[in-house]
Nanobody
Framework: QVQLVESGGGLVQAGGSLRLSCAAS????????MGWFRRAPGKERVFVAG????????SYADSVKGRFTISRDNAKNTVYLQMNSLKPEDTAVYYC???????????????WGQGTQVTVSS
């Protein structure tokens, strides 16, 4: 079992930055691939970024490439999402997730956090 708790969301103006954190419980954090997803109002939950268990591989949705960076610190059982050049369309609830392998669909992840709200004003 892995429990995930996100933090770092908030209200920011367009062009600003936020860093989300996801703290994981359990001694097996380093064996899981981690992902960030988001759900905008009235839309489905979609993939944002993912990182392999070692941090050696990453994947990004086209909409965030060049603006968002995912990273992890296995010693701290934490995964991060640095979000720069934020746009109003980035407004969503952001979720972190843990899975057996790096993937881009929500069905590939087994454990989920409760989400953190990110609101970008224009």
């Amino acid at each position: 079992q892995v429990q995930l708790v996100e933090s770092g969301g908030g209200l920011v103006q367009a062009g600003g930055s936020l860093r989300l954190s996801c703290a994981a419980s359990g001694r097996t954090f380093s064996s899981y691939a981690m992902g960030w997803f988001r759900r905008a109002p009235g839309k489905e939950r979609v993939f944002v970024a993912g990182i392999s268990w070692s941090g050696g591989r990453t994947s990004y949705a086209d909409s965030v490439k060049g603006r968002f960076t995912i990273s992890r610190d296995n010693a701290k059982n934490t995964v991060y999402l640095q979000m720069n050049s934020l746009k109003p369309e980035d407004t969503a609830v952001y979720y972190c997730a843990a899975g057996q392998a790096l993937g881009t669909t929500r069905w590939q992840y087994d454990y989920w956090g409760q989400g953190t709200q990110v609101t970008v004003s224009s």
